[in-house]
């Protein structure tokens, strides 16, 4: 038997991301400030800018959440 299924779905308006911030050598950024940009643009031509965001966040434990 075979089955398949197509779903789509769509996020309540916001973004959840974790992530670790390191330098340019690879350190990791222990309570710092950092600048986040998230950019999501369409594939195709011409390449189209649908949302930007840019948010300042102090790094915590190496790790950083942006919501």
Known sequence: M???AEGYSQAPGILNYQ???RNSVGNVLVNQNITLRLTIRTIQQPVQRYIRKQQLLLTRLACSTYR
Do not use: K, R, Y
């Open 19 to 21: 992530g670790v911030a």
């Open 2 to 4: 075979l089955l398949t």
